[in-house]
């Protein structure tokens, strides 16, 4: 009797717990803080003779269930802390520590090596050549959009393996490159006669005179606390290349704090740990835009990568009349509610952004520079050349963009079979369907304006 009573606790709390996370796996009772990163949402499959017998539908089932384990959020965290603690081991395979507490994103100690250049570009020599005939077309553009009454500025931004490489790894640091692409493209720029602002070589010379870090132990875009300056000397090349006055950015708070927020944390926030580092007090400034009467708002289209994203979520961008960024020259961000939110393949109408446009800035850091501006040039040339795209080429590029979409494709499969027609037959449909409604948009919109 005493031996069953000894085991009775033990087992009263064990199927407790093994009920309670059944529970939250299926009617979540307490709000988990979710995981960071880039997982993909799972969604339900539907089952077939074909599916169970190949293992796919037991595959989906394994994932799914894995993906709505009740606690899932916590029992990850835990084994994340417990080996980082225990083994200084990082689960996350896209982020490295250095010294000095400094934690970096493997794609920019991929692009410092060289590693990057290789894989895009094939050799060094390509990538020059790559890079001249690019440059060769940025002049041709620029011509173009000149005589349309639109200016063009480039924007280099820094790295934090450029600006900090000495807290990398030693076995990156033994591998830096000696060929940088940016420090080719930004040669190029300067003897080519083409508008730029170089803060990669910028940030390199004051890291040691800036009274805080130019990048956050835990960050990988630069720090909050250089926003303010990155804005401001913005506004004074925006102002030099257009000849329009611009405003001026005025600090109202340092906000020294250690606890990061924003880009700040953003690596720290990807290791999904139960506690937080330990970190040195930064600033997180709170700015505004002073000496805004009489300025020019002039239209701003803005190309590039997640560098502008704490510029855009700033006053940075009141600035301007209209504004929109193109991130990777796929996703849309924009002050105009038709555009916002938008894929390039689902905006007819590129064009008109384009020459409604005063200044187009395009802002890419180090990593992206062999990818340059993700084919924006010969894609604005060709919309300003025939004026948009016809319709058959929209349907074209919708229809891809239904297929890249599993949920939305997984729908109009479905909804094939309940109206008894082909899935290409439903995909036309749809696809038309969502032309005439942003051509409906559009128009409504045009005349709201």
Request: contains cysteine.
């Amino acid at each position: 009797m005493n031996a069953k009573k000894h085991f009775t606790i033990p087992f009263v709390v064990m199927m407790t717990l093994l009920i309670a996370i059944m529970l939250q796996g299926f009617f979540p009772m307490v709000k988990m803080k979710p995981l960071n990163g880039f997982t993909d949402e799972i969604t339900k499959d539907t089952l077939t003779f074909k599916k169970c017998y190949n293992g796919t539908y037991q595959n989906f089932l394994t994932s799914y269930a894995k993906q709505r384990t009740g606690f899932r959020e916590f029992f990850i965290r835990c084994y994340n802390q417990a080996v980082y603690t225990c083994f200084g081991k990082i689960t996350n395979s896209n982020i490295v520590k250095g010294s000095n507490n400094e934690f970096y994103l493997t794609m920019y100690l991929n692009d410092i090596t060289g590693k990057k250049l290789i894989w895009d570009l094939g050799s060094v020599e390509n990538a020059k050549a790559d890079a001249v005939k690019n440059v060769e077309e940025t002049l041709e553009f620029i011509n173009i959009i000149k005589q349309r009454g639109t200016d063009f500025l480039f924007v280099f931004c820094p790295s934090k393996t450029a600006v900090y490489p000495e807290y990398m790894p030693q076995p990156y640091k033994d591998e830096i490159s000696d060929f940088q692409l940016i420090e080719y493209y930004i040669k190029l720029f300067e003897e080519k006669g083409i508008p730029y602002i170089d803060f990669y070589h910028y940030f390199q010379q004051i890291k040691d005179e800036f009274p805080y870090p130019l990048y956050a132990q835990t960050g990988t875009h630069w720090a909050e606390s250089t926003i303010p300056f990155v804005c401001d000397s913005l506004f004074r090349k925006i102002e030099e290349v257009t000849g329009k006055a611009m405003p001026s950015i005025e600090i109202l708070d340092w906000n020294l704090t250690t606890d990061y927020s924003g880009s700040d944390s953003e690596l720290e926030d990807n290791l999904n740990l139960l506690f937080p580092f330990r970190k040195p007090a930064i600033p997180q400034p709170e700015f505004t835009l002073k000496d805004t009467i009489g300025k020019d708002r002039i239209n701003l289209l803005l190309v590039g990568d997640s560098y502008f994203k704490q510029l855009k979520n700033s006053c940075f961008v009141n600035a301007f009349n209209e504004w929109d960024y193109w991130i990777y020259n796929r996703d849309i961000y924009s002050s105009r509610p038709f555009y916002n939110g938008k894929h390039m393949n689902m905006i007819l109408t590129a064009n008109e952004v384009i020459e409604d446009s005063d200044l187009i800035i395009a802002m890419f850091t180090t990593s992206f520079m062999s990818k340059y501006m993700f084919g924006f040039i010969p894609f604005a040339e060709e919309q300003l050349r025939n004026g948009g795209i016809s319709d058959e080429e929209a349907i074209a590029l919708i229809i891809n963009n239904i297929k890249s979409n599993p949920e939305w494709y997984q729908k109009v499969v479905e909804q094939a079979k309940e109206r008894g027609i082909t899935v290409e037959e439903n995909l036309l449909d749809n696809a038309d369907y969502v032309l005439r409604t942003n051509k409906q948009k559009h128009q409504e919109m045009s005349k709201q304006q």
